[in-house]
């Protein structure tokens, strides 16, 4: 009896071993590398293991890792080295050597033997080595990686600086994805592409089989589906018999899936296929993944996902880890910005230019967000053209398409980014070609920006493609009525937008009116809490990883430079210098989206960006730890609420007399509510001004809730507009607010009598005079004690030049000159007519926060000082900084108006990839004294606003009072 069960036992122990024999070897782990830096290795034989081996300066590398954690922005040539063994029972067996992705050319040997050759740095590739295998013994296999060439001059295998296909977050080279070996019967799945349909419930298989045999067999086929959650319970199957013939064999399948359930962000309802073909009466190979029924196209000029209109609310995302560089840290870090993206409200994310993990693509899937798809591209100026580009080009598009084509959560392909060269605009019709001749399920994009040529949307199924407006645009901090009616004036034509009042310009390129439009850029910045930042990385960064480095660089640069400019002082804890940058951020996020939300004929819109690093530091909604970044995360979220108010009261800021036009625009993505809606506008005591309730039935879409004249005659001051929406049950479905501020006369005065000009163009003259100024043109017989203005205009006459020239003897003799235009361009000394040294840089920011801070001083009296500029200063903020400002002579520089900010773009693009460029800071209101007087240099725009914004002239009635007084 004993013995019979001992038999049994055995029986079932070979069973067991049968059915779970080891299919899949990770190769993943520690191995060995030497960095080549002069290129010599394989001319020296370094591949031969013998020689490897006795090298002297063998190094420790985790695979798979980028090869700068270990050695800072290395570029060049990497060896590495790894020692396995492989199972006893894959003797006979096909078996296959899989990459991840290895950045970027790659060589390879197995056991001192050829085993292949690979370009590209983002995708997998595999290639068959059995017959190089020591099955049962040890196994060396020996890679030789080129690395992108992006920060040095080198040239390496004819690969020079920015010519392959890169992204910005790093350099990223050597084996920085996966190692794995396959093993398999004589017949093993090549490819399987699920295409789902939700016209009909299916999902057709696209199976494509190698038979490596000499000869041709039957084979049978089976696919099994079942759901995610519960996999025992099969939901679609099919078995039969495929006579398969040496070499690649497709063939297609088509199962109903009953009772089918769709994927959509809010419900990421997965089915798990299991694929398995069996030959000669074992199992040959399996193959498994999951998939989603869902279809994300374009009807009637709007967005649908699974047949119900969707209105997309996207993140731009780098991609960029603190320590992994291209790869996350940790399954929980990728997690957490997914779960923050969806948190905030956004229901896509773009990943920029290349494709993500495998590893955060599962995630995306598992959790609902829908994904933007695109190949490691960055477009623009890089790569830098050469002949091999498009070719190139076409193999990131393919490879990156075939990888993640099965993806529930990628519903768009996007395959440029804003286009300026010949080579790249031709190819944009052969790689949508491409594209859809391998995924015709999605949609595909053509050119993100519509930079060429305007854009182009090809729907599921189409060859032929769709015009569309994709739309880039960074407004920078304020969104005043032009930039919000800006938004508002997207998709319409000249005589609609003239109909409504709108005179702003229209924002993209290429824009056409009537097409369906999408801003797929849009945002402003700020940086992070470099303290806590540093704090982490300090504990827990590596020391070697760009972002380690420009973290830290940042924050000494930044106090350094708040030091020197005299702005220091305002912060004495650098965390409320980054607290306020981060305010000013999520306003003008929350301001922007409000105001595209308001556009019925704009679809969604895509928030520049989740997460901060390199160029785009300033971007982030959340910083390279993933920890949200304050107000600029709280506000985005606010905006990105499925029912909205978006409050504008007008003028921002309003001569008493005149009033403000109050409306309210409500923007529901849900279905239509009777509600009630309460409005309150109360001064800065917190005293009731106005206050008005009625009910409402918020319609879905976009609708105006409100439009009123409010009278302000009797109003002085700052004031705040409060508006509450609430469903029949009390239940509050949105609340926001905004502010405005009211200038009566008594605000807006100056006691000065007097002030001399050189006005050549009139600009400034007609406005003094109005305001009851005397104005006198300047001459050298100007009494010291009266102020001299100077605009912008050049000199028409020659008396006017001898004027220019006798501005400087008037000030060394104690006179006052107010340079009241500044200057936009660069100046030396040798400029008599604006005699300083600066260098004029743009000051709005874009993607990175340019606060101007402002002292305490009698020019500001009455308006908001001791810190950045906020929306009471919308129209006259400086767009132009000026940098390194210098006198003829050393003299005392008093600096009222300033910003202390970095470059994002770098010279030759070189500094993408190691992070931002230098910390600076610039002066846009300053004192310069020189002899017995001096001179006021201003870069801000009051010429232009006064009589128009009541802050520019009270700014100047300031001015002048301060400047006349002795």
């Known amino acids: 009896m004993k013995s019979k069960n001992a038999f049994v036992l055995l029986f079932l122990l070979g069973i067991q071993a049968f059915c779970f024999a080891q299919t899949e070897l990770s ?49 060049g040539v990497g060896f590495y080295r790894h020692e396995f063994r492989v199972p006893v029972d894959w003797k006979n067996k096909v078996v296959r050597l899989h990459f991840g992705a290895v950045n970027y050319l790659s060589e390879f040997w197995l056991n001192d033997e050829v085993v292949g050759f690979h370009e590209g740095g983002f995708t997998p590739f595999e290639f068959r080595v059995d017959e190089l295998l020591n099955v049962g013994g040890k196994n060396v296999l020996t890679v030789r990686v080129v690395g992108p060439i992006l920060l040095s001059d080198k040239e390496v295998d004819g690969v020079k600086p920015l010519e392959t296909p890169q992204w910005r977050g790093g350099i990223s080279g050597g084996i920085w994805q996966e190692v794995k ?233 996007e395959l440029f980014n804003e286009l300026h060269r010949p080579v790249l605009k031709q190819l944009m019709r052969p790689m949508a070609m491409v594209t859809r001749t391998l995924d015709p399920t999605r949609l595909i994009l053509d050119e993100s920006g519509g930079w060429a040529f305007g854009a182009n949307m090809y729907l599921p199924n189409e060859f032929e493609p769709t015009k569309f407006n994709d739309i880039h645009n960074y407004p920078g901090p304020f969104i005043t009525k032009a930039k919000y009616d800006g938004y508002l004036s997207i998709g319409l034509t000249e005589e609609e937008k003239e109909a409504r009042g709108y005179k702003a310009k229209t924002p993209g390129r290429n824009v056409v009116p009537g097409l369906m439009s999408f801003v ?97 530091l300033g971007a982030g909604l959340i910083d390279l730890w993933r920890n949200p970044k304050s107000y600029a995360y709280e506000a985005t979220k606010a905006a990105n609420q499925p029912q909205l108010l978006s409050i504008r009261a007008e003028p921002r800021n309003t001569y008493s007399k005149n009033g403000i036009d109050l409306s309210i625009n409500g923007i529901n993505d849900l279905e239509s509510v009777t509600a ?38 009797d109003w002085s001051g700052s004031y705040l507009v409060s508006a509450e ?106 400029n008599s007519l604006f005699p300083f040294a600066a260098n004029a840089h743009p000051a709005v920011g874009l993607w990175t926060c340019m606060g101007h801070i402002v002292h305490e001083h009698p020019i500001f009296q009455g308006l908001p000082t001791k810190g950045m500029m906020r929306n009471v200063y919308e129209n006259v903020w400086p767009m132009t900084t000026l940098r390194d400002l210098r006198a003829k002579e050393e003299t005392k520089i008093e600096v009222i108006v300033g910003t202390v900010a970095f470059d994002w773009f770098s010279k030759e693009h070189k500094m993408n990839y190691s992070g931002p460029g230098a910390s600076w800071w610039g002066s846009e209101l300053a004192i310069v004294h020189s002899g017995k007087g001096r001179y006021l240099i201003s870069q801000l725009r009051l010429v232009e606003n006064l009589g128009k914004d009541p802050v520019a002239d009270k700014i100047l009635f300031n001015m002048i009072n301060f400047l006349s007084k002795k």
């Open 676 to 713: 009630n809606l309460r409005i309150k506008i109360s001064d800065l005591r917190g005293k009731t001004v106005f206050e008005q309730q009625m009910n409402i039935d918020w319609a879905s879409g976009v609708s105006k809730l409100l439009e009123q004249k409010i009278n302000t005659s």
């Open 181 to 413: 070996l396959v093993a398999t019967n004589e017949i093993y799945v090549d490819d399987v592409f699920i295409e789902p349909r939700i016209s009909d419930n299916t999902a057709t298989f696209h199976v494509a089989l190698d038979q490596t045999a000499i000869k041709g067999i039957t084979a049978a086929i089976e696919i099994n589906i079942t759901s995610q959650t519960d996999t025992t319970n099969t939901i679609a199957s099919i078995k039969e018999d495929w006579e398969v013939h040496p070499g690649k064999n497709k063939k297609n399948y088509t199962l109903e899936i009953p009772s089918s359930t769709y994927w959509s962000p809010e419900h990421p309802n997965l089915y798990r296929a299991e694929l398995s073909v069996t030959a000669n009466g074992a199992v040959s190979d399996t193959w498994s993944d999951r998939f989603g029924l869902r279809e994300l196209t374009i009807k009637d000029k709007d967005y649908y996902l699974n047949g119900k209109p969707i209105y997309i609310k996207a993140t731009f995302f780098e991609g960029l880890y603190p320590n992994g560089i291209a790869y996350p840290d940790s399954k929980e870090m990728a997690i957490r910005e997914i779960q923050l993206a969806k948190e905030a409200g956004f229901n896509m994310i773009r990943p920029w230019r290349h494709p993500p993990t495998p590893m955060w693509l599962d995630l995306a899937d598992e959790m609902g967000v829908l994904v933007v798809g695109s190949p490691a591209l960055e477009c623009m100026q890089l790569p830098l053209s050469t002949p091999y580009l498009s070719k190139r080009v076409e193999n990131e598009v393919t490879q990156t398409i075939l990888r993640d084509r099965n993806r529930a959560s990628i519903v768009q392909w």
């Open 520 to 616: 797929s850029e849009l945002g402003y910045g700020s940086l992070p809490d470099l303290t806590t930042n540093n704090q982490k990385f300090e504990k827990d960064g590596n020391p070697l990883t760009p972002a380690y480095r420009y973290h830290m660089r940042l924050a000494k640069e930044q106090e350094a430079l708040l030091e020197e400019s005299g702005f220091k002082k305002l912060y004495p804890d650098m965390q409320q210098f980054y607290l306020e940058q981060q305010q000013i951020h999520g306003a003008a996020n929350k301001r922007m989206i409000e105001a595209v939300r308001s556009n019925p004929k704009v679809d969604g819109y895509c928030i520049h960006a989740l997460a901060a690093g390199d160029w785009i």
């Open 725 to 830: 929406v609430t469903s029949t049950d009390g239940t509050v479905l949105n609340q926001n607010t905004t502010d405005f501020d009211v200038f009566n006369t008594n605000a807006l005065t100056t006691t000065a009598t007097k002030v001399a000009v050189l006005d050549s163009d009139k600009t400034l003259s007609p406005f003094l005079k109005q305001s009851r100024i005397k104005t006198t043109n300047f001459s050298k017989y100007t009494d010291i004690t009266v102020p001299v203005f100077v605009t912008k205009a050049l000199p028409k006459t020659a008396l006017d030049k001898r004027r220019f020239t006798a501005l400087d003897a008037f000030v060394k003799k104690g006179g006052t000159v107010v340079y009241i235009d500044g200057t936009k361009e660069d100046t030396d000394h040798s």
């Open 27 to 75: 190769l993943n782990g520690q191995w060995e590398i030497i960095f080549d830096e002069t290129n010599e290795g394989r001319s020296a034989g370094w591949q031969r293991d013998s020689i490897f081996q006795n090298h002297p300066n063998i190094q420790q590398i985790q695979v798979p890792s980028s090869w700068e954690l270990i050695r800072q922005d290395y570029e």
